[in-house]
């Protein structure tokens, strides 16, 4: 059974920093592309960041770049998501999704094999 799980998340002021984490196991975690998506209330679910099976690639959404960085360990099946100079509007429920298929957007969620529950980042101003 594949169970992907997130941490890390809490409450900040804005210029802190959090960092995320997301292990996933029952799955061959090096199989995977992986990528960090947002909701915040009332809007639809966002990528924010995509690192390629190896951590060689990796991708970010416009607003999170220069802040928010990505990497993954693969001998723990732990992805991360480091972020800096958090704004409120960093405010979300972030998600760590699982990805077997290349060669398609990065930020297409259909494209995503498995989710998880989500950890929630608040950002005070």
């Known amino acids: 059974q594949v169970q992907v799980v997130e941490s890390g998340g809490g409450l900040v002021q804005a210029g802190g920093s959090l960092r995320l984490s997301c292990t996933a196991s029952?799955?061959?975690?090096?199989?995977?592309?992986m990528g960090w998506f947002r909701q915040a209330p009332g809007k639809e679910r966002e990528g924010v960041s995509w690192?390629?099976?190896?951590?060689?690639?990796?991708y970010y959404q416009d607003s999170v770049k220069g802040r928010f960085t990505i990497s993954r360990d693969n001998t723990k099946n732990t992805l991360y998501l480091q972020m800096n100079s958090l704004k409120p509007e960093d405010t979300a429920m972030y998600y760590c999704?699982?990805?077997?298929?290349?060669?398609?957007?990065?930020?297409?969620?259909?494209?995503?094999?498995?989710w998880g529950q989500g950890t929630q980042v608040t950002v005070s101003s």
């Open positions: 029952g799955l061959s975690f090096t199989n995977y592309n």
């Open positions: 690192v390629s099976r190896s951590g060689a690639s990796s």
């Open positions: 999704a699982a990805q077997m298929r290349n060669g398609v957007g990065w930020f297409d969620q259909r494209w995503y094999n498995y």
